[in-house]
T-cell receptor, first 117, second 112 residues
Framework: GAVVSQHPSRVICKSGTSVKIECRSL??????MFWYRQFPKKSLMLMAT?????????EQGVEKDKFLINHASLTLSTLTVTSAHPEDSSFYIC?????????????FGPGTRLTVL | KQEVTQIPAALSVPEGENLVLNCSFT??????LQWFRQDPGKGLTSLLL?????REQTSGRLNASLDKSSGRSTLYIAASQPGDSATYLC???????????FGSGTQLTVLP
């Protein structure tokens, strides 16, 4: 299957700092990427849909000024957690839709563990 | 509201057993359905993709079926191995442009 990478895999930061997470589709182009958040022993919660060249679409309850998404190219989307606080600590996972596959299969990155002290 | 339910929530079996994981969804008008596995602290690995026009897909020891009319999908794992231990998630999509809708997952433990 196609490969999606995320960087960094783990980040620890102080409260009040901003953290940027990158999501890359390595061997295909993705006009649409998705950002999820996962709490321990819970399923994935969709935060936003990232569209190349346009504004992201945020799910209800997700603060767009808090979680800035940029999808500037067909292989890269970034999520910036601004002024992070301990409650933002979570596992963040991105996925990318490969429209080149039959059925628009989605592939996931390995995730980024964010810990805010 | 589209809901996805996975039963059982957790399953523990001895190595070598064949097993079935169940997924049900409330809206049968799906575009496709994917099964994933997630290892602790890791991202999701796509296992199988079934399109709405298909009834099943097979990959190695895995077989996934889809019954749209009843809103159900099953993942069959043959001759289970300890390496199959993970959380398995099913996720339908309701159009080519829509995001996945995830179930809560089945946590599988295969005992050596």
């Amino acid at each position: 299957g196609a490969v999606v990478s995320q960087h960094p895999s783990r980040v620890i930061c102080k409260s009040g700092t901003s953290v940027k997470i990158e999501c890359r589709s390595l061997d295909f182009q993705a006009t649409t990427m998705f950002w999820y958040r996962q709490f321990p022993k819970k399923s994935l919660m969709l935060m936003a849909t990232s569209n190349e060249g346009s504004k992201a679409t945020y799910e209800q309850g997700v603060e767009k000024d808090k979680f800035l998404i940029n999808h500037a190219s067909l292989t890269l989307s970034t999520l910036t957690v601004t002024s992070a606080h301990p409650e933002d600590s979570s596992f963040y996972i991105c996925s990318a839709r490969d429209t080149g596959t039959s059925g628009n299969e989605q592939f996931f990155g390995p995730g980024t563990r964010l810990t805010v002290l | 509201k589209q809901e996805v339910t996975q039963i059982p929530a957790a399953l523990s079996v001895p190595e070598g057993e064949n097993l079935v994981l169940n997924c049900s969804f409330t809206d049968s008008a799906i575009y496709n359905l994917q099964w994933f596995r997630q290892d602790p602290g890791k991202g999701l690995t796509s296992l199988l993709l079934i399109q709405s026009s298909q009834r099943e897909q097979t990959s190695g020891r895995l077989n996934a079926s889809l019954d749209k009319s009843s809103g159900r999908s099953t993942l069959y794992i043959a001759a289970s191995q300890p390496g199959d231990s993970a959380t398995y998630l099913c996720a339908p999509t309701y159009s080519s442009a829509r995001q996945l809708t995830f179930g809560s997952g089945t946590q599988l433990t295969v005992l050596p």
